[in-house]
């Protein structure tokens, strides 16, 4: 299997367009420390031929024009993007597949997002796209797809829908040829007790780093606990990541999270940990 990191940020991504913060700005001004990152969303595929999204990031156009492997062709309007996976409702996650309404995607998502999800709307009114639950168990492609339910987290836009515990799930997917499995948990309002043994053996995991600690956005917003945002903070879950063979990866990183930067203590703290933060462009062969 093959894995394409296409964008490591959180909504807004990394410089954020109206905020002039310390990090967006030095992500601005080229700082080598602090990279700019895109919003976060990967690629995944079984051969190399056809690629699924994991999300769809608004900066979606970007990410393919930068990823050779995503390029169209041979044919003129043939692409190897097939479909997406969708681990929640969110803008940040969902908003890209308007960018691709062109083509004609196959989608599998948790039943309350592909009820909600405010952009399958506005893609009916184009081509006739594919809609799939995504609940159990499914196959990708050859590639083995297991659904955890990790909250009943909403988008601001969908309060009012019915509550719901699987409105965002965690992804496994295993290449049954080569035993490769990633987990890929972007959004991780708690982290259920059930949740360590989904990632057992896990080859690598991709989890929520939006947040480094739970008082991080104090100095900048009212906000003063990033848990009631739905996101653990990173200083939680580092202890909570089980030993073995997995190598552990932090994605979607807010722009307020001190750890975007390779000069910092808390980018020093997770590396100590043993785990990392991931970085758009990366590609892993599980
Ligand atoms: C989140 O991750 O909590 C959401 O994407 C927030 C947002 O709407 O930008
Ligand atoms: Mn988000
Ligand atoms: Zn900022």
Known sequence: ??????????????????????????????????????????????????????????????????????????????????????????????????????????????????????????????????????????????????????????????????PAPNWVVAYRITDPTTGGTLVYAPCLAHWPTPFTEFLAGATHALLDGTFHSPDEMATTTAQTDQRAMGHLPIVESLPLLPPGPTRWYYTHLNNTNPAVAHDSLARTQIEACGASVAEDGTRFDL
């Open 1 to 162: 299997m093959k894995v394409i990191v296409l964008g490591t940020a959180a909504g807004g991504g990394l410089p954020q367009w109206n905020c002039a913060c310390a990090q967006c700005s030095r992500a601005r001004s080229g700082d080598p420390a602090v990279s700019p990152r895109r919003q976060d969303c990967l690629a995944i595929s079984a051969t190399g031929e056809n690629w699924f999204l994991l999300n769809a990031s608004p900066d979606l156009r970007e990410q393919i024009a930068a990823t050779p492997e995503l390029a169209p062709g041979p044919g003129r309007r043939e692409t190897p993007i097939r479909g997406a996976l969708l681990t929640d409702a969110e803008l940040d996650h969902t908003l890209g597949l308007t960018l691709l309404r062109e083509g004609q995607l196959t989608v599998w998502a948790p039943p309350p997002v592909l009820s909600h999800a405010a952009v399958r709307g506005l893609l009916a009114h184009y081509h006739h796209w594919t809609w799939h639950p995504a609940e159990t168990t499914f196959t990708l492609d050859g590639l083995t797809c297991t659904v955890f339910p990790l909250s009943g987290k909403r988008p601001r836009y969908a309060q009012t829908a019915t």
